[in-house]
Every structure is written in structure tokens, then in C-alpha cells.
């Protein structure tokens, strides 16, 4: 049975402004389309995945960093508002990041992240309690991303966007998280002490040392928009993970996650505690 007491996590990450435009079909190159609708709203990779984590019903802690600028007081006033202590979000000279996507009509995306204070993270004011459990994606430094390893017990790593990893990360991540594209092109992360491969629809799969130790399938479900549905699902996985659950049960539920976060249309979807996504 899970453990009654909350999960503590801290993330860390990005935090951005999504610019999203929604078109029946992504232009291609040269190419203008004109019937996009545009939505602002909260993301960035740390950011969806600690929002995520509050939602199921851990007791999140978020670092990274905003500019001193409207759009950072209003990413902390949204995180504030999920119940993410965002004490360790920086303030840094820089705008907050922005990512420009384009949704289709499948739910399919493209983005283009621009980091911003994002890049300005200070790796040596992360304030991460010794011991304590961490997640963190590559969309940071590789300075904060060792920083983060160094001082966690327990260390989770979404290897994502795919690019060689930090020196020493590797050998200190306790779960690495990754799809299928990544887990094409990061081969040295194939052999990691537990492995986590989303294959999208399909489900996942989990490895220890490259060996299959659990497998579950995917969740039907109505596809709206993929962008936060991998955060969704590494949050969902660490926090099972943390709490105790079993393998299987935990990713599982992970599967179950993503699929409801794909029918959602942010990138911060509307999540109900964990127990809720039954095995």
C-alpha cells in the first residue's frame, strides 16, 4: 500500500511562458498558415513537472529562476497558487524564458524554447536540502543539472532535450526518464541503474541495468495537445516511486496520467490526486 505520508520532491527546472498557436496544419518550411488561435499560459519543463507533482498530491518544492518582469511575477503567482513553494525560484537579470509552440490539429508540436533566466540559474544557490529527493530535465545548465545530482539521495533525470549529459550525472541518477527519441540518441544512459522508455500511446516500459522489469500499455484516450503530457508522466512516476508503490502499479499509473494530461489543451493540466488513476 502507498505510504500516507506526502511525498516531498523538489524539481528542478524551467520555468516559461507558452505562446501557443493551434492550427489544423503545422506550416512548413517558408510556409504561412492563418487560422491559429493563441493561448498564453504557464510552462517550461521544471515548471509543468513540479505543477504536476502538486496536483497528485506531493509537497513539491520548485528551483529555477524568472526575470524581474510581469511574466515572472505571474509565474510565481500561478505556482503559488497550486500549492508549489517556489522559495527557491531566482529572480535573474534577464526576461522569463518563452517558448513559442505550434499545436495541430492531432495534438501534435513543435516549440521553440528561448531561455531566458532560464540560462542564469545560480547552480550554487539551489538550496536543495542534502539527501532529499530531486527531479530535473535538460533544459537547464549543465552546471545546475550536476549541482542538483550532487546533493539529492535520491535523483531523477528527464533526459530531455536530448544532449550529452554531464559529467558524473549519469552515475548519480537513480531513475532516468526518457522516450523513445532520446533513448535513440543517448546510448550511454541504456544501461542506467533504472530506465524508464515512453513509448507514447503505446505505454512504457521500465529497465534495471537493461534488463525489463515492467511494462504497461497505454491509456485510450482523446489527443488535445502532447506538450505536457511526458511532464505529467515523470511526475506521476517519481511520486509513485517515492511513495513506495510497486513498479508496475507505479508506472502504470504514470501511463494513466499522460493519457489525461494528451486530452487536456495546457500544458499544465488539470490532475487529480494520485490514487485517482486506479491499477
Same mark, same amino acid.
Given at each position: 500500500m502507498p505510504n500516507p505520508t506526502p511525498v516531498a520532491l523538489t524539481v528542478v527546472g524551467a520555468i516559461n511562458v507558452d505562446l501557443t498557436a493551434r492550427v489544423?496544419?503545422? $506550416?512548413?518550411?517558408?510556409?504561412?498558415? =492563418?487560422?491559429?488561435?493563441?493561448?498564453?499560459?504557464p510552462g517550461g519543463k521544471g515548471a509543468n513537472q513540479a505543477v504536476a507533482a502538486a496536483r497528485l498530491g506531493a509537497g513539491v518544492r520548485l528551483v529555477g529562476a524568472v526575470g524581474d518582469d510581469r511574466d515572472g511575477r505571474g509565474m510565481r503567482e500561478q505556482?503559488? /497558487?497550486?500549492?508549489?513553494?517556489?522559495?527557491?525560484?531566482?529572480? @535573474?537579470?534577464?526576461?522569463?524564458?518563452? =517558448?513559442?509552440?505550434?499545436?495541430? *490539429?492531432?495534438?501534435?508540436? /513543435?516549440?521553440?524554447?528561448? !531561455?531566458?533566466?532560464?540560462a542564469a540559474i545560480d547552480a550554487d544557490a539551489l538550496g536543495i536540502e542534502p539527501g532529499s529527493a530531486?527531479?530535473?530535465?535538460?533544459?537547464?545548465?549543465?552546471?545546475?543539472?550536476?549541482?542538483?545530482?550532487?546533493?539529492?539521495?535520491?535523483? *531523477?533525470?528527464?533526459?530531455? $532535450?536530448?544532449?550529452?549529459? $554531464? !559529467?558524473?550525472?549519469?552515475?548519480?541518477?537513480?531513475?532516468?526518464? &526518457?522516450?523513445?527519441?532520446?533513448?535513440a540518441q543517448l546510448p550511454e544512459v541504456h544501461d542506467? $541503474?533504472?530506465?524508464? &522508455?515512453?513509448?507514447?500511446?503505446?505505454g512504457a516500459r521500465l529497465y534495471r541495468h537493461g534488463e525489463l522489469v515492467a511494462s504497461a500499455p497505454g491509456v485510450p484516450t482523446t489527443v488535445r495537445n502532447t506538450v505536457g503530457a511526458g511532464d505529467a508522466f515523470c511526475?506521476?512516476?517519481?511520486?509513485?516511486?517515492?511513495?513506495?508503490?510497486?513498479?508496475?502499479? =507505479?508506472?502504470?499509473?504514470?501511463?494513466?496520467?499522460?493519457? =489525461?494530461?494528451?486530452?487536456?489543451? @495546457?500544458?499544465?493540466?488539470?490532475?487529480?490526486?494520485?490514487?485517482?488513476?486506479?491499477?
Open positions: 489544423e496544419r503545422a $506550416p512548413g518550411p517558408g510556409e504561412t498558415v =492563418a487560422d491559429g488561435v493563441l493561448h498564453r499560459g505556482l503559488a /497558487s497550486v500549492g508549489v513553494d517556489a522559495s527557491g525560484v531566482q529572480t @535573474a537579470d534577464a526576461a522569463t524564458g518563452t =517558448a513559442l509552440i505550434v499545436v495541430d *490539429a492531432t495534438g501534435e508540436n /513543435s516549440i521553440v524554447v528561448c !531561455a531566458g533566466a532560464n530531486a527531479l530535473a530535465q535538460l533544459e537547464v545548465s549543465d552546471a545546475v543539472i550536476s549541482a542538483a545530482a550532487e546533493a539529492a539521495g535520491f535523483f *531523477a533525470l528527464n533526459a530531455a $532535450p536530448a544532449r550529452p549529459l $554531464p !559529467a558524473g550525472v549519469l552515475e548519480r541518477a537513480d531513475l532516468v526518464i &526518457v522516450n523513445e527519441t532520446e533513448y542506467a $541503474p533504472l530506465l524508464c &522508455v515512453t513509448l507514447g500511446g503505446e511526475a506521476a512516476l517519481v511520486v509513485g516511486l517515492l511513495r513506495g508503490d510497486a513498479e508496475t502499479d =507505479a508506472l502504470a499509473r504514470a501511463c494513466a496520467v499522460g493519457a =489525461a494530461a494528451v486530452a487536456d489543451d @495546457a500544458s499544465q493540466p488539470a490532475l487529480e490526486p494520485l490514487d485517482t488513476y486506479g491499477v
